[in-house]
């Protein structure tokens, strides 16, 4: 059982104590263990951690505990308590996890002994909170003036600080080093080596060695960094090769000398990093960016092809026209979305807009394909409906892995009738004045089903009348019904039509200006047409009216 676990020798001890106590407060000081002249002057000149102590005896003579009486002004115990804040602290009492150790056997033994001992490993252990906190220290124990000398160094500080650097060193891939200038000596750490690709029973380059090592390129770059050091003692950095087992490795060095009073160079002490990993990395990042900068150019041009800007309104056949293709404003963005305003040879209209699901060549290649398809569709006199309906079996045959949306319209500007349909896309607006209502007539989304088909709505326009037409990244925002997206957009055209004549030209880019993107990651496009004409109708056999 332990000492300090025995109640019987618990209660000896505590006799004891107050007996001590009672000794040193009343019994003349040449009865009593005080601290001499010459342990006060040994200690007070001791580097480092160190006590001396007294016994504390029970009524049997037997030694129960240590008091410190005296300590060197460096001292510092396990909790952190420092000089002379030691004084008066008994061991059993302070430290109770020396009990039964061998270093308190050590204690008793040089006591009774007089052979001082060096205990090499000692592993103290405190518990706080129920947590056991290891401390490992160097113990030198000598019986001395009638009582102990102690002196500890604690060990494992040091060497948890030299595994930390060491592992420092490793994760960074760096090593610090020094050069002596009027000795020639040069100190290099263990990872310096490593990054020199040298064993350190070599030792360490000299100047002279390390110089010819460096790339011939970045020789200046080394002599600007020696002439720094010579004359300032402000931190330079800079960055060389080194030709290591036949590879380059890019080394960045930082360091800085140390001068004497009259200026002159006397070390430098810096450190070596090796930043090959990190070179490659940021190169390769640099040739991707560039990549991509050239990529984004190709595609803003290939886009500006694709759908060249229209700065102003076009006339075609009993229609003015205005259209706005607007990309996403991400970088590099090559997107699906297009339309088409354009005189037939018959005398018609062609109007559409759709939009290609995905973004990139492929979708932009999709959306060519598409607008160019339904373009010469309507040359050749089909209808929307039947452009539809061949487009959809088109693109389920040939391109199965495109999806696509579309509203296909031909105005007849001899009777101011508009056919049209739409394959899963937004309906386009028809406004009168300052009325806007939507022109439905569905159909299923491009690419799904082989055997679709599709029909037209039919309506007569009034002089002045305007077709909205747009694709859904003007009306689509997550978490929000479409209809409401719709309500809004409505909302828009009407607000910014009524203050406008119904005859005025302005109508159509007071109409533009209402078109503003919901989201932004989206590309957009927008086909406004504002029927012309006096309201004089030619016959048209066949139209419906």
């Known amino acids: 059982m332990r000492p300090d676990a025995d109640p019987a020798r618990a209660r000896t001890a505590m006799a004891a104590d107050r007996t001590f106590d ?61 000089g002379e804040e030691l004084i008066g602290l008994r061991v059993r009492l302070s430290y109770p996890s020396v009990m039964d150790t061998q270093l308190w056997q050590t204690h008793l033994r040089v006591m009774e002994t007089g052979l001082a001992e060096r205990f090499g490993h000692y592993e103290h252990i405190e518990v706080a909170d129920g947590v056991p906190h290891r401390s490992t220290y160097v113990m030198r ?26 592992r420092t060193e490793h994760l960074g891939n760096l090593g610090w080093g020094s050069w002596n200038l009027l000795t020639g000596e040069i100190t290099w750490s263990p990872q310096v080596y490593r990054i020199h690709g040298r064993e350190p029973a070599d030792g360490p380059l000299t100047a002279e060695e390390y110089t010819a090592l460096v790339h011939g390129d970045d020789h200046p770059v080394l002599q600007r960094a020696v002439e720094a050091w010579a004359h300032s003692t402000d931190p330079h950095e800079l960055e060389v090769r080194i030709e290591v087992e036949g590879a380059l490795r890019h080394i960045r060095i930082s360091a800085e000398a140390v001068h004497d009073a009259s200026g002159r160079p006397l070390e430098i002490h810096g450190v070596a990093q090796d930043v090959t990993a990190w070179r490659l990395a940021a190169d390769e990042l640099a040739g991707v960016s560039r990549r991509l900068d050239e990529e984004n150019r190709l595609t803003a041009h290939l886009q500006k092809i694709i759908m060249p800007a229209q700065a102003e309104p076009s006339t075609l056949p009993g229609l003015r026209v205005a259209g706005r293709y ?83 319209a031909r105005y007849h500007p001899a009777d101011r009738t508009l056919r049209w349909t739409h394959a899963g896309h937004p309906p386009m607006l028809l406004a009168r004045g300052s009325h806007v209502e939507r022109l439905l007539h569905p159909g299923v989304l491009l690419g799904v089903f082989e055997d679709a088909s599709y029909t037209c709505g039919t309506v007569r326009l009034r002089p002045d009348d305007l077709l909205v037409m747009f694709t859904d990244g003007l009306i689509e925002k997550r978490g929000r019904d479409l209809y409401e997206g719709l309500d809004l957009m409505s909302d828009a055209v009407a607000d910014a039509l009524r203050p406008i004549s119904p005859a005025s030209p302005d109508r159509l880019s007071a109409v533009m200006e209402a078109m503003v993107p919901i989201n932004a990651a989206d590309d957009t496009c927008v086909l406004i047409a504002q029927v012309t004409g006096n309201g004089e109708l030619v016959a048209h056999p066949g139209r419906n009216g």
């Not at 342990?39 to 951690?49: E, F, H, I, N, Q």
């Not at 124990?141 to 060491?166: C, K, N, P, T």
Request: net charge negative; hydrophobic share 50%.
């Open 141 to 166: 124990v000598a019986r001395f003036d009638g009582g102990l000398l102690v002196s500890w160094e604690r060990a494992d500080i040091g060497q948890r600080l030299e595994a930390s650097l060491a």
């Open 326 to 408: 607007q990309p996403a404003e991400t970088a590099g963005y090559l997107g699906g979305d297009w339309y088409q305003a354009i005189a037939l040879d018959d005398g018609d209209v062609l109007l559409a807009v759709g939009d290609v699901a995905g973004t990139g060549l492929a979708a932009a290649s999709a959306m060519v394909k598409l607008r160019h398809t339904i373009t010469g569709l309507a040359f050749a006199r089909h209808d929307p409906a039947e452009i539809l309906t061949v487009l959809n079996r088109l693109l389920c045959r040939l391109r199965p892995d495109v999806l696509a949306t579309a509203l296909v």
């Open 22 to 82: 009672g000794l040193m407060e009343f019994l003349p000081a040449d009865r009593v263990l005080a601290v001499s002249a010459a342990t006060r002057a040994m200690l007070d000149v001791m580097p480092g951690s160190a006590s001396w102590s007294v016994p504390v005896r029970d009524a049997s003579g037997a030694i129960v505990d240590f008091r410190i009486q005296a300590v060197s002004p460096e001292a510092e115990d396990i909790h952190g308590r420092r």
